[in-house]
């Protein structure tokens, strides 16, 4: 495919543009956007700007729910295997931020070093699960993003990431109160247990979403938030809004290569 054939009007290489080049694009687009807005959430929620979804067990947990939604739904729908991916990711979450809460001291790297044990610790679970039924080839497929297999009618679940982002962008305010401190939250009328809770829940769809389709993208999440908040400060919304142009200016090579 090429643009002189796009512009001859060849309708194969309009088909090419439509059913794949086109899903391609949006599928790098929602993923990279996605992940960067879970790994603004995760930071603002854990109070530190190490934490990720990959660095906090959330990716491993939504593998696990991946695989266990092979054994135990081999045979049903797409949203069969979401809802179960989903379910892992805000179970293993809600198990990791807990946890962090309960201890007394927190030091910048403590965090992401307990995130990465633990989440080595579910990974080997699955990796447990994935011999005994045989998935291993399937799961390390899986451990590695690929878009090349992105093809029109088998990416549409990552639309799932523009009502989060919308979510995630409407409590940008409750989520940095959050950030400062349960004391803080409290004192300002907010409802801290639930503004976690909401914040683990719109992580857990963001990743599930891009771990279903494509894979696993390391350190995503990580990096993007921390690059643009050095261009545009700590304020969400603008946060936000400044990840949505990163994420434009990377995808449009990206789909190049994964042509």
């Not at 007394?104 to 070093?113: E, G, T």
């Not at 899986?142 to 409407?170: C, K, M, R």
């Not at 261009?231 to 603008?238: E, H, T, W």
Request: charged share 10%.
């Amino acid at each position: 495919m090429n643009l002189e054939a796009l512009l001859q009007g060849e309708s194969h290489a309009w088909s090419i543009l439509w059913q794949s080049r086109v899903p391609r694009l949006l599928a790098i687009c929602l993923a990279g956007a996605g992940l960067s807005i879970a790994g603004l959430i995760m930071q603002q929620i854990v109070q530190n700007r190490f934490a990720a979804p990959s660095t906090t067990g959330t990716i491993d947990c939504a593998l696990l729910g991946y695989v266990l939604s092979l054994v135990l739904f081999s045979d049903i729908s797409g949203w069969a295997h979401l809802a179960l991916i989903f379910t892992f990711s805000v179970a293993g979450t809600l198990i990791f931020v807990r946890f962090l809460q309960s201890l007394k001291f927190k030091n910048a790297m403590l965090v992401p070093l307990i995130g990465i044990m633990y989440g080595n610790v579910v990974s080997a679970l699955t990796t447990f699960v994935a011999y005994k039924y045989d998935l291993v080839q399937t799961m390390n497929s899986w451990t590695v993003a690929n878009f090349a297999s992105v093809l029109q009618g088998n990416y549409e679940f990552l639309y799932l990431a523009i009502p989060a982002s919308i979510l995630a962008y409407f409590f940008a305010a409750q989520f940095s109160a959050a950030s400062i401190g349960e004391s803080f939250a409290k004192n300002i009328g907010l409802n801290y247990q639930k503004i976690v809770f909401i914040g683990v829940v719109l992580v857990a769809i963001l990743s599930s979403s891009v771990v279903m389709i494509v894979g696993v993208i390391p350190f995503l999440g990580l990096i993007v938030p921390n690059l643009v908040s050095m261009f545009v400060g700590d304020n969400m919304k603008r946060v936000c809004r400044g990840r949505l142009t990163v994420v434009s200016c990377w995808c449009w090579p990206a789909t190049y290569w994964a042509a």
